[in-house]
């Protein structure tokens, strides 16, 4: 069952999204600002926000721009439910990092309707949950590594990286099949990122006792997981 937390300062909205929500087979969890979303967020993430734009306090796009910024929390889809309708906050919010945008008044079908076609997009990760490679284990939910019993703190992106080699066990897998998976399509940065994040990601992997090698390059072409 996927857990959604919904940021509304309006208690008649907040009912209807419960109600609907939870009637449609959801665990939803109601949050009036966002003091209460992240002292609940200190122990839970979920699988999606519901956010208004004009909060108390802190409103919609701060908190995105909060959540967008902590390894464990950016993945996490966003839909924006929000009274603001012009084309130029629905860019804003999108930009931001908001995966959709629904404007109030809304209908309760396309509420369930944008709710479920937003966590489609993102059942493959939840549909392996645990990824293990030797003594190593992936927990793609809770967004932790740990080999061997030592837990590994890995940024978004090295997390990501990860996650795909231990996918591809001692297969090469190209440079642009990574970008790809990690970045996206639509990627335009310079390819020595790829690098980076690889170099950094070694160094953290050799600190629990692994050697350099067991992420191999395969120059000019991508890499290896040997494990």
């Known amino acids: 069952m996927a857990l959604i937390f919904s940021v509304e300062d309006d208690q008649n909205i907040q009912n209807v999204i419960r109600i609907a929500l939870a009637n449609s087979g959801y665990d939803i ?10 002292e609940r967020l200190k122990s839970t993430v979920p699988n999606l926000f519901l956010l208004d734009i004009m909060l108390p306090e802190m409103d919609g796009i701060e908190i995105i721009k909060k959540l967008k910024i902590h ?11 929000s009274a603001k309708t012009s084309e130029l906050d629905k860019v ?11 404007v109030k008044p809304f209908g309760v079908l396309e509420l369930i309707s944008r709710v479920k076609a937003i966590l489609r997009r993102v059942e493959p990760e939840n549909n392996e949950p645990i990824l293990r490679a030797g003594k190593m284990v992936l927990d793609t939910r809770e967004r ?3 080999y061997q ?12 990286l990860l996650k795909e080699f231990m996918k ?3 297969k090469l897998i190209t440079r642009d099949e990574i970008i790809n998976a990690v970045w996206g399509y639509e990627f335009m940065g310079e ?3 790829l690098d980076v994040h690889i170099k950094e990601l070694r160094q953290k992997l050799a600190a ?3 050697a350099d090698e067991i992420i191999e390059t395969i120059r000019g072409v991508g890499y290896k997981f040997r494990i």
């Open 191 to 193: 390819s020595r990122t």
């Open 92 to 102: 804003v919010g999108l930009d931001t990092g908001a995966d959709d945008y629904l």
């Open 29 to 38: 969890e109601l949050f009036p600002d966002a003091k209460t979303l992240f």
């Open 168 to 170: 591809n066990p001692n």
């Open 144 to 146: 932790t590594c740990v």
């Open 71 to 81: 390894s464990i929390w950016e993945k996490v889809p966003i839909l924006v439910i």
């Open 149 to 160: 019993g030592i837990s590994i703190y890995l940024t978004a992106k090295e997390f990501s």
């Open 208 to 210: 629990t006792g692994l």
